[in-house]
């Protein structure tokens, strides 16, 4: 699977005793992946779990904006490399 700039994928994040796939966004640039094999990618959630490291999304700042909060979180995370 190839991954780019800007995409959405599912990524398993630690939130808890195990991990939980949850949608994130790639930051990282194509390059990166292309030549290392690895992606930096910030977490989609619709929970603060980690007030120190979210971003809460406002309805200002998407184009077409849903009921339920969403967040960023910017945390450290584990390479992702996906098969």
Known sequence: M???QRDIVEIAFYTGNK???HPAVVISN???FE???FFYAI???T???FPE?????I???INSPRNKKKWLCCMPHDTAILP
């Open 43 to 45: 977490l989609l959630s």
């Open 47 to 49: 929970k603060n779990l």
């Open 53 to 57: 490291f979210t971003i809460e999304i």
């Open 35 to 37: 030549i290392e094999g």
């Open 59 to 61: 309805p200002e700042m």
């Open 30 to 32: 194509n390059e990166i």
């Open 2 to 4: 190839i991954v780019k």
């Open 19 to 21: 991990p939980e796939l």
